[in-house]
């Protein structure tokens, strides 16, 4: 018996403990994102070259993209309405009716030119504008052929409020504030979620062309037009 006891107390002793059957964790080597691979490229992307490529053909016409100096600080967005203000100091006898459609600021403009800006266009039908090459379409080319972090929606032109003026003139401008925003105004009620959405969309016009695709105008239309409803259907049962 005690050799017994012996014995298991040999074999007692003798098991691994527990941290030594640990073993350390094996060690993948990696690549330093120091390195060239991992740093970011400006790569110049096929729309760029043919933009460049445009420019370079017309350097007179784009002097901004062309020599690629300017000491403005302003945002691309807000430096477009002052081309387009000072636009009209300069024809002032075509702020009433504009320019006319596709001729200054909107994506018809851009699509027109057939560099694929803003969708595909028949290389054969291709138009520019010249007030639109040398104001909207130079201050484009300007910022998005130039750097990526230039690339951005403050330093697009896109703006349904620049498009009213500038192609419609104050006829279009006053024509969408009274017969459009004025729909939706005289009939929302207090305390109804479509005056959020007005304002809010009131908000969006600045930054894009949105009349001119498929967009989030479409549900706010339907939103407003269904709390329209609500309150209609709502103002009947009160009255019944």
Do not use: C
Request: glycine share 4%; aromatic share 14%.
């Amino acid at each position: 018996m005690k050799e017994e006891n012996e014995h298991t107390k040999n074999v007692a002793v003798a098991l691994p403990q527990p941290e030594m059957m640990l073993k350390a964790k094996p060690v993948i080597p990696k690549d330093s994102i120091h390195t060239p691979k991992f740093q970011h490229k400006n790569d110049t992307t096929a729309i760029e070259k043919e933009l460049i490529s445009f420019v370079e053909q017309n350097p007179a016409e784009m002097p901004l993209t062309a020599t690629k100096m300017s000491n403005d600080k302003l945002p691309g967005k807000i430096r477009s309405l002052l081309q387009t203000l000072k636009y009209f100091e300069q024809y002032p006898w075509r702020i009433v009716t504009g320019t006319g459609i596709g001729n200054f600021s909107s994506k018809l403009a851009f699509r027109a030119t057939a560099l694929k800006i803003a969708g595909g266009y028949p290389e054969r039908f291709a138009y520019v504008n010249d007030n639109f090459r040398s104001n909207h379409l130079d201050l484009y080319s300007y910022y998005f052929t130039n750097k990526d972090d230039q690339h951005s929606i403050a330093n697009s032109p896109n703006s349904t409020y620049d498009q009213l003026i500038s192609e419609y003139g104050i006829a279009g401008l006053l024509s969408f504030i009274v017969f459009y925003i004025g729909f939706f105004a005289k009939r929302i009620k207090r305390y109804t979620y479509a005056i959020p959405l007005l304002l809010f969309m009131t908000g969006a016009f600045f930054i894009e062309y949105w009349f001119e695709q498929l967009s989030v105008v479409v549900f706010f239309e339907l939103l407003v037009l269904l709390n329209i409803k609500e309150n209609t259907v709502n103002k009947n049962h009160e009255s019944a």
